[in-house]
C-alpha cells in the first residue's frame, strides 16, 4: 500500500476510535432534516417581475408604471412574448411574470374585469407568494373602482405547494455537509499539531500533497454518506425528491466538499492552537451561510456584497442544490455554476498545499 493508503487508513482509525464524533457525524444529518425543517422560517424582501405587454396600450403603460412604482417590486423587462419571459423565469432571474393579455383596455371600458394572469416561480414560495399579493395589490387601484378586488389567475411553478421548508431543505443539506467537511478536517488537524504528534509526519519523506488529501479523502467519503443519509430523510419525512439527477447532486456535493475542506486545511496549517481554530472557521462559516443566498436571498444584499459573495463556495452550490432538487435543472444548463465552484474548489486546495509548512 502507498504511503497516501497508510495515512487515509490512519484517518478512519482515528475516526472510528473517536466515538463520540463519529456519532455525532452520522446522526446530525438525520436529526438536522427532521427538527429544522419544521421550525425555520424566513421572510424575504425584493420581488423581480416580467410583464408580457400583449395589449401595449395605454392601459397596460399604466400597469407597467404602477408595478414599478411600488418599493416592493423591480420590473426587470417589458416584453411581448411570453416565452422570453418565461425563459428567464427559468434561470431564476425573475420570481414573477404577470401577463397583460390582448384586448384588456378595451375589456375595462366595456364595464368587465381584465384577465390578468400570473406566473409564479415557487421554488421560494414565500418569495412567489408575496410577489403575487404584491402584484395584485399594486395593480387593484387601477383596474378597479374600489367596491372590487382583482382577482388574476395565479399559477405557481416548481413548488406547487408554497411549502417553505422544500425550499430550505437543500440549503440545510449544504449546511450539514459544510459542517462535516470544514470542520472536522480541520480541528482534527491542529489537535495533532497539539499533540506534537504531526512532528513523526513532517521527518518523514511525505510530501505535501499525500499529507493534505490524506486529510480530505476521508471526509469527502464521509460528507457523501451524510449527503445520502440527508436525501433520504428528506424523502421518506416530507416526500421532497430530487427533480433531477443525482449525479449532478452528487457531482456538485463532491466539489464542494473538496472546496470546504481545501479551506479548512488552509486555516488549521496557519492555526497553533484549537481555540484560534475554532474562531477563525467559525467567522468565515457564519459569513458563508449569511452571505451565499442559503438563508436569505443574494438580491437583497448591497452589490459590493454580491460582488464578495463569488469566492464563496456556498453561493454556488446553493445555486445547484436548488435548481437540480427543485426545478429537475440539468448538468449541462448548470455549466456556469459548476465551473465557478470548481475554480473556487481548485484555489483553496492550493492554499492547503502551500500553507503546509513541511519541515524536514
Known amino acids: 500500500m502507498s504511503a497516501l493508503g497508510f495515512l487515509i487508513k490512519k484517518e478512519f482509525i482515528q475516526f472510528r476510535r473517536n466515538r463520540f464524533v463519529s456519532r455525532l457525524v452520522f446522526l446530525l444529518p438525520i436529526i438536522v432534516m427532521l427538527i429544522v425543517p419544521l421550525v425555520a422560517n424566513m421572510d424575504v424582501k425584493g420581488v423581480n417581475v416580467a410583464v408580457v405587454d400583449m395589449d ?21 423587462l417589458v416584453v411581448t412574448d411570453y416565452r422570453q419571459a418565461y425563459d428567464l423565469l427559468e434561470a431564476g432571474k425573475v420570481d414573477v411574470i404577470v401577463t397583460i393579455p390582448e384586448g384588456c383596455e378595451q375589456t375595462q371600458m366595456l364595464g368587465r374585469m381584465p384577465d390578468i394572469k400570473i406566473d409564479a416561480n415557487a421554488v421560494n414560495a414565500t418569495k412567489s407568494g408575496l410577489g403575487s399579493q404584491y402584484v395584485i395589490a399594486s395593480l387593484t387601484p387601477l383596474l378597479t373602482d374600489g367596491s372590487a378586488v382583482l382577482s388574476p389567475s395565479v399559477r405557481y411553478f416548481y ?12 440549503a440545510f443539506i449544504i449546511i450539514i455537509i459544510m459542517l462535516i467537511c470544514c470542520f472536522i478536517p480541520a480541528l482534527n488537524l491542529v489537535l495533532e ?6 512532528e513523526q509526519i513532517n ?4 510530501s505535501r500533497m499525500e499529507f493534505t488529501l490524506s486529510k480530505l479523502i476521508p471526509y469527502w467519503i464521509i460528507g457523501m454518506v451524510a449527503l445520502t443519509e440527508a436525501i433520504l430523510t428528506a424523502g421518506l419525512v416530507y ?20 472546496a470546504m475542506s481545501g479551506f479548512a486545511i488552509a486555516v488549521a496549517n496557519i492555526s497553533d492552537t484549537m481555540q484560534q481554530c475554532i474562531f477563525v472557521m467559525f467567522f468565515f ?6 452571505m451565499s443566498g442559503l438563508l436569505t436571498p443574494l438580491d437583497s444584499m448591497p452589490q459590493w456584497a454580491q460582488w464578495l459573495t463569488v469566492a464563496f463556495p456556498p453561493r454556488w452550490f446553493v445555486g445547484i442544490m436548488r435548481a437540480v432538487y427543485l426545478k ?3 448538468l449541462a444548463e ?13 484555489f483553496f486546495c492550493i492554499v492547503a498545499i502551500v500553507t503546509y509548512r513541511k519541515q524536514k
Open 193 to 198: 499539531k497539539e499533540k506534537g504528534t504531526i
Open 328 to 330: 429537475g435543472t440539468t
Open 56 to 76: 401595449r396600450s395605454g392601459l397596460s403603460g399604466r400597469m407597467v408604471s404602477h408595478l414599478e412604482a411600488s418599493k416592493q417590486l423591480r420590473v426587470r
Open 285 to 290: 462559516v457564519m459569513l458563508f451561510m449569511l
Open 239 to 258: 416526500g421532497l425528491w430530487p427533480e433531477g439527477s443525482l449525479a449532478s447532486i452528487y457531482l456538485a456535493a463532491l466539489v464542494f466538499a473538496l
Open 334 to 346: 448548470l455549466a456556469p455554476d459548476f465551473l465557478a465552484l470548481a475554480v473556487v474548489a481548485t
Open 159 to 170: 413548488n406547487e405547494t408554497l411549502d417553505y421548508r422544500f425550499y430550505m431543505i437543500p
Open 203 to 206: 521527518v518523514t519523506p511525505v
